[in-house]
Structures are given as structure tokens and as C-alpha cells.
T-cell receptor
Framework: AQTVTQSQPEMSVQEAETVTLSCTYDTSESDYYLFWYKQPPSRQMILVIRQEAYKQQNATENRFSVNFQKAAKSFSLKISDSQLGDAAMYFCAYGRTSGTYKYIFGTGTRLKVLA | DGGITQSPKYLFRKEGQNVTLSCEQNLNHDAMYWYRQDPGQGLRLIYYSQIVNDFQKGDIAEGYSVSREKKESFPLTVTSAQKNPTAFYLC?????????????FGPGTRLTVT
């Protein structure tokens, strides 16, 4: 069975600085997707960035980028030029691409942005 | 606009009563999911359905039931057998192979049972 681990329950970053959120996962599958979702105080889940396992190039979306290390089963999220609006819970998720299309979520990291 | 609706946003029930949470999507997605969210525990899968008239138990299905009679609807019933039903419930949908497997989420329902 697949598992997703986020070992940082809470992180803080100064506005305009860079922060990295960690995520590790375990799977025996070779093809899958990885996601970072943001959940602000409104509790609406918002997709931040996704990575296809068969792509070696790390995904980027504006100020958000990932460091995908497939062999190490690591998928960290880097937020550059942090803004107050980035304060939220961040969830790492694993998505299967075959069989039962389940998603497995980590326990989340609460990010605080300090003005 | 396409999306997922969950109603109501807040729901209050007395202990011992069954309650049904609504989830509707107009994204034409095949798969739908119900998650429960508790502080410090992330999202835990309750039930999911990949096609109409079929659904599977997730990791914490005990005390819950679902139906999938229409593609766009996936209601969740929290029964009196659920020992600790107070939580935030999220519904999601996706179509494998489309939108790079992204899950789309509804706004959630906060259920309080006293």
C-alpha cells in the first residue's frame, strides 16, 4: 500500500523569503502522480502543483516549484518570495494512474508567513 | 461554471440521528470521493466511486454509507453507528486520465453532532 509522510507539522517563513516543505512517499508502482494542495482558512482545497512520476523535470508554477527525487521517493515544495496569502495548510498527495484511482494524502504542514 | 457543490456548509445533528451530506458535480467526472478531515490527521478516505452504481470502501468506512445512482451525485450518510461523527467532510471528483489526474474539491461540510 502507498503511504505519504509529511514530517513537518508546522513551518514559519518571513515574508519575501523562501521556504521548503518536505514530503516523502512509499510505493512499489512506477507510474503515478504527486500533488501539493493548499488549504487556506476557507478550507477550500486548491491545487498548487503536480508532478508526473515519469517526467524527470521538476514542475514549476510561478513562485512554486518542486524537487522530485524518484529514487529517494521525495517530493518537496519550494515557495519563493513568500507572501502573506501563502499562509495555509499544505497537503502532499499521491495519485494512482491504474487500478483503483485512489489518492493518499499526508497529514499536512501548516505554513505561517510572518510580516 | 463547472464545479462541485456541497450542502449545507454547516450541519448540526443530535446524537443517534442519521444525516446525509450532499455532493453534486457538473464536471462530468467519472470518479467521486468522500474524505473526512480531523485536526492533525489530514484527509482520510471514507468511500469512493469510479462509476455509477459502484463504490468501494476507503480506509474509514465504518458508520458511513453512500450511493451512486447518478454520475453527478454521490451523497454520504453518516449513521448513528459512527462513533465520532463530528468532523469536516470533503467531497472530490476526478476522471482518471483527464486533467492529469487532478482531484477537484467541493467547499466542504462541517458536521457537528451533540
Amino acid at each position: 500500500a502507498q503511504t505519504v509522510t509529511q514530517s513537518q507539522p508546522e513551518m514559519s517563513v518571513q515574508e519575501a523569503e523562501t521556504v521548503t516543505l518536505s514530503c516523502t512517499y512509499d510505493t512499489s508502482e512506477s507510474d503515478y502522480y504527486l500533488f501539493w494542495y493548499k488549504q487556506p482558512p476557507s478550507r477550500q482545497m486548491i491545487l498548487v502543483i503536480r508532478q508526473e512520476a515519469y517526467k524527470q523535470q521538476n514542475a514549476t508554477e510561478n513562485r512554486f516549484s518542486v524537487n522530485f527525487q524518484k529514487a529517494a521517493k521525495s517530493f518537496s515544495l519550494k515557495i519563493s518570495d513568500s507572501q502573506l496569502g501563502d499562509a495555509a495548510m499544505y497537503f502532499c498527495a499521491y495519485g494512482r494512474t491504474s487500478g483503483t484511482y485512489k489518492y493518499i494524502f499526508g497529514t499536512g504542514t501548516r505554513l505561517k508567513v510572518l510580516a | 461554471d463547472g464545479g462541485i457543490t456541497q450542502s449545507p456548509k454547516y450541519l448540526f445533528r443530535k446524537e443517534g440521528q442519521n444525516v446525509t451530506l450532499s455532493c453534486e458535480q457538473n464536471l462530468n467526472h467519472d470518479a467521486m470521493y468522500w474524505y473526512r478531515q480531523d485536526p492533525g490527521q489530514g484527509l482520510r478516505l471514507i468511500y469512493y466511486s469510479q462509476i455509477v452504481n459502484d463504490f468501494q470502501k476507503g480506509d474509514i468506512a465504518e458508520g458511513y454509507s453512500v450511493s451512486r445512482e447518478k454520475k453527478e451525485s454521490f451523497p454520504l450518510t453518516v449513521t448513528s453507528a459512527q462513533k465520532n461523527p463530528t468532523a469536516f467532510y470533503l467531497c472530490a471528483s476526478s476522471t482518471p486520465g483527464q486533467s492529469l489526474y487532478e482531484q477537484y474539491f467541493g467547499p466542504g461540510t462541517r458536521l457537528t453532532v451533540t
